[in-house]
């Protein structure tokens, strides 16, 4: 459905936020994108989003290319919809809950927007029917973004990006500023939608585990690079790459009684040392040609890694592919491993 | 951060360039024939012409355009039509005054604007008292303020020279004016900037550190309320350095704000450019030295992206 | 009082029937909870469960408007009875603050160096030298490398785990025999939040104190705390030592939260996450009765009616296991019903 063939992202100043990034969302599956900041997973979205374009690279919708400029954009975000972190800056706060929901429709000239049949009741019919559907049956049209709890919000925002009926839901952090309990209830919603609707589903969050509670595939991503991709289970309880596995260490502890991180010092990789978003001297933009961007020399994880060797500084690892589904860029990845949990 | 720097003193020169093309070509929108103001009486046909070949008159616009820069970029401003003498000589004695009440109208606005914000925030009881006279302050024209004053301190009082000049008595009534004009914009900026502080996280972190409070507004609170304040200190001064003219009009200043105004009606063409140039570079120059201090002061603004 | 409390000594924390009201709205009710020296507390809660009006209370950082009445002590002083100015002059060396957001909380303006050295300066008498020399110190005992060219830098210029680490420099700089901590993790990358409990977990070795951490992660309990407590709507409904929390959790909410964790942690995938049915209760919405009534599987007329005491559970192995139910668990692992959506 989606597709990022060699996709590098260099914005100006020399940042480099995407490097030679392949992934692919099947229509119809779930593709999900996990990493820190500074990852690159932001800007996967944006550029799903078709907010940004490519440095070099592909981004591929529905097998072709996505097209130049905004108004041959339009037919392609109305099958995209959205749903961003935070609640609190997603929706206008002088928009009532009405307009907010049917915005999509209004925007793409949808049956239920003003002019079609039914004009502007039928559009009432719709959001209300949208809002029921995300579990606020009988909420008030005419009321304002500042009467809901975060996680109301969150489904209004969720009735929004599902009202024009799209092929695909792109969520970048839907639930990180919400409270704990009121997180599951919106996967769980997100996920009734994605297989209600059999909308092709990418989702992005810093939390591996929701991330492999979730989706059927997933993509570490780090400094710009997919450093391992398969399916969520085995990435989750057999990381490969070193970085995956510090990830899955860096969880807190489950029990009291197994405490690991506060207990003593952790045999992990080296602290970041800088910002990992910053800009890095002597890459101009635009300077990415085919493959890795030039000026980033070796694995990007090497300077942190506990198994780094001079190979792993000077080249570049490529994708060691284990199956079709399943590869990671290490030159010395971990063993197969089965976490008990 | 230089790179910054120099980027700003590059668009500054490109401004004032832009000013002098515009100046030079609105002279030719204006009616009026300088050759008629030089010589008022002139019967003879034969006068006008010669005087406009003199004065290049008679010559294409480029040409005349490209000769007016080369004499500028000699640091010659040209000959006034009507005063027979060079144009910096004309403008340079009023130069100096409005300079001085420039400085003293910006001294003034930044002790009243900065007071009265200070006040609206340490005293909550006196805010709404502080937002009245902020609103009358901003609501009266500069021209009834200055005649206000001058009666009120001038003749009424006698507490002020009256009959004009330009001595450490007479500029007080005009940056008097300034001031209580200025001082509303100040009293705001000072007033949201220290509100924001007191309520901010750091703070929070301040006190958390047992700091005194007046320890805190000194060391914590006012650095950041300066930054946006120099920003408007580099406006003000460029914007009152190109001649505050009614305040000087008012009170008989001899500025450069009235020299501009006689030669405007005089068709006085190059005392005209002559001023505008003035205050154009005194605004881009003022602007790049504020931007500089708040860079100074401010390290978040030095790193530009 | 006994001649030893008098003399500075005693619980790091000792806090009692605390109420803090912000206007018309109850945000804590009527709460008591004691922090040991030595020993870990974590306070548990969503949004407006009270957590953080409590923990600012008790450290007297709350705004005028709040009122505050109830007894705190920290190490054997009464704060809650001094003036105003007189607290002021020894909060620094009675408790220190490790606030959420350390870009927000550090001066933008001042490098971090300098914002350290003004507790040496204001509360030891240090002159300039020796305050910037104590900030390098305080600074290394954080373990951050270098920490001479760190103190010249200003707050925008390090990474999100170096910026907590200055907070925590200036928390512990005097040695205060009580840290208030809000969520200092809450924000950060979860490998920077393992650095961050690797610190704290050695620094406890270290020092005396006594650590009221907020928290909504029971991960971040679980790695941490000695002792837990949970609050709900203003009011503390559970309290305990941690590992009787984590194995026998007697308040529906403390059992909601643990089962949602787990669940996250080593569920299926594929299959919808575990959830607490409806959201956590407003502190302006709490009517007569439990506050939690409307969301649990356990309630029955009498909760709706009658707000439950926090009362002992039958003995615990040591210390007091306290609850706030009308039905709290019967045994170690009783799970409330995964309520399906």
């Known amino acids: ?341 | 951060m230089a790179r910054a720097v120099i980027r700003r003193v590059v668009f500054g020169v490109i401004a004032v360039f832009g000013v002098i093309v515009l100046s030079f070509l609105l002279e030719f929108v204006v009616p009026g024939d300088p050759a008629r103001a030089i010589a008022p009486r002139a019967q003879n046909l034969a006068v006008l012409a010669n005087i406009r070949r003199q004065l290049h008159l008679n010559q294409p616009l480029a040409v005349q355009f490209a000769s007016y820069l080369g004499n500028l970029l000699r640091g010659n401003l040209g000959t006034s039509y009507i005063q027979r003498q060079s144009v910096a000589s004309v403008i340079g004695p009023g130069l100096k005054f409005t300079a001085a009440l420039a400085l003293a109208g910006v001294v003034a606005e930044v002790l009243l604007g900065g007071g009265l914000g200070l006040l609206a925030t340490l005293f909550p009881r006196v805010r709404a008292l502080v937002s009245a006279v902020n609103l009358t302050l901003l609501a009266i024209p500069i021209f009834v303020l200055g005649l206000l004053l001058l009666l009120a301190f001038g003749y009424g009082l006698h507490l002020a020279p009256v009959a004009g000049g330009a001595g450490p008595a007479q500029i007080v009534l005009p940056a008097l004016t300034l001031g209580l004009i200025g001082a509303p914009w100040y009293a705001q900026i000072v007033a949201d900037q220290m509100q924001e502080s007191i309520a901010s996280s750091y703070v929070r972190t301040a006190v958390s550190k047992g700091l005194s409070d007046g320890y805190i507004l000194r060391r914590h609170v006012l650095r950041n309320v300066l930054s946006p304040a120099i920003t408007m200190i580099g406006l003000d001064l460029g914007s009152y350095l190109s001649g505050v003219v009614t305040v000087e009009v008012v009170f008989a200043w001899p500025g450069i704000g009235l020299t501009a105004v006689d030669a405007l009606q005089n068709l006085d063409r190059p005392v005209v450019m002559g001023t505008v140039i003035v205050g154009a570079v005194a605004v881009v120059f003022f602007n790049l030295v504020a931007d500089l201090v708040r860079m100074l002061v401010d390290p978040r603004t030095r790193e530009e992206a | 009082m006994t001649a030893a409390a008098a003399a500075g000594s005693g619980p790091a924390l000792e806090v009692t029937g605390l109420d803090v009201r912000y206007g018309p709205v109850h945000a804590v009710r009527d709460a008591s909870l004691t922090v040991q020296a030595g020993q870990v507390v974590a306070l548990i809660g969503e949004t407006g469960s009270g957590k953080s009006s409590l923990a600012l209370a008790a450290a007297r950082l709350l705004p005028p408007a709040a009122a505050v009445t109830g007894r705190v002590a920290i190490a054997g002083t009464v704060v809650s009875e001094l003036g105003g100015s007189e607290f002021r002059r020894t909060r620094a060396r009675l408790v220190g603050c490790i606030a959420q957001d350390a870009m927000a909380a550090l001066n933008p303006v001042v490098p971090v160096g300098r914002q350290v050295g003004e507790l040496f300066a204001v509360h030891r008498g240090a002159s300039r030298a020796e305050a910037a020399q104590a900030a390098v110190a305080a600074l290394a005992a954080v373990e951050i490398t270098s920490p001479a060219a760190v103190a010249r830098l200003y707050p925008h210029q390090l990474s999100g785990g170096m910026r907590q680490r200055v907070m925590i420099a200036m928390a512990v700089a005097l040695a205060p025999p009580l840290i208030v901590a809000d969520e200092p993790t809450t924000a950060l990358d979860v490998s920077t939040q393992a650095e961050i409990l690797a610190l704290i977990g050695d620094l406890r070795t270290r020092m005396r104190a006594g650590f009221l951490w907020i928290t909504h992660d029971m991960g971040v309990v679980a790695e941490l705390a000695d002792w837990a407590a949970v609050m709900y709507a203003g009011r503390i409904v559970e309290q305990g030592p941690v590992q009787e929390i984590f194995d026998a959790p007697a308040h529906p909410y403390t059992e909601g939260l643990l089962a949602t964790r787990r669940d996250l942690r080593s569920g299926p995938a594929g299959t919808p996450l575990f959830q607490i049915p409806g959201s956590p209760a407003a502190p302006g919405e709490v009517g007569a009765g439990c506050a939690f009534a409307p969301r649990c599987a356990r309630a029955s007329p009498v909760c709706a009616s009658d707000d439950p005491a926090l009362d002992p559970l039958g003995g615990g192995p040591d210390g007091l296991h306290l609850a706030a139910c009308h039905h709290p668990a019967a045994s170690p692992g009783a799970a409330v019903r995964a309520v399906p959506r």
């Not at chain 1, 459905?1 to 260099?10: A, D």
């Open chain 1, 1 to 341: 459905m989606i597709g990022f063939e060699g996709v590098s992202k260099i914005y100006r100043g020399g940042r480099v936020a995407l490097d030679d990034v392949s992934l692919t969302l099947p229509p119809g599956g779930s593709l999900g994108l996990v990493g820190e900041s500074g990852s690159g997973k932001t800007t996967c979205v944006r550029l799903a989003l078709g907010l940004e374009r490519p440095t070099s690279g592909r981004m591929t919708f529905g097998g072709a290319a996505y097209p130049q400029g905004r108004r041959r954009m339009r037919p392609l975000r109305r099958q995209i919809g959205f749903v961003l972190q935070d609640p609190y800056d997603s929706l206008d706060p002088r928009m009532t809950v009405r307009d907010i929901v049917s915005e999509p429709l209004r925007i793409h000239g949808l049956p239920g927007g003003p002019g079609a049949p039914g004009g502007r009741h039928g559009a009432d019919q719709l959001v209300a029917a949208q809002l029921a559907a995300v579990g606020l049956p009988g909420a008030d049209l005419r009321s304002y973004p500042a009467r809901y709890s975060g996680g109301g919000r969150q489904r209004i925002a969720i009735a929004r990006a599902l009202i024009g009926a799209p092929a695909v839901l792109i969520c970048d952090e839907p639930t990180s500023s919400l409270d704990v309990s009121v997180q599951s209830q919106i996967v769980n919603l997100l996920l009734k939608a994605g297989h209600e609707r059999d909308l092709s589903m990418l989702f992005v969050s810093h939390d591996l585990d929701l991330i492999g509670r979730v989706v059927q595939t997933v993509a570490v991503m780090y400094r710009g690079c997919v450093v391992e991709i398969g399916p969520a289970d085995q990435v989750r309880r057999s990381p490969r790459h070193p970085y995956t596995r510090a990830l899955h260490d860096a969880v807190p502890a489950d029990h009291p009684s197994r405490r690991k991180l506060a207990a003593g010092h952790p045999a992990g990789p080296a602290p970041e040392a800088a910002d990992p978003a910053a800009p890095v001297a002597g890459i101009a933009a635009g300077a990415a040609g085919a493959g890795a961007v030039a000026g980033r020399q070796g694995c990007v994880f090497a300077h942190r890694c506990p198994r780094a060797t001079a190979q792993c500084r000077e080249e570049r690892p490529p994708l060691t592919h284990e199956g079709p589904l399943r590869s990671y860029a290490c030159f010395d990845p971990i063993p197969e491993t089965d976490f008990a949990r």
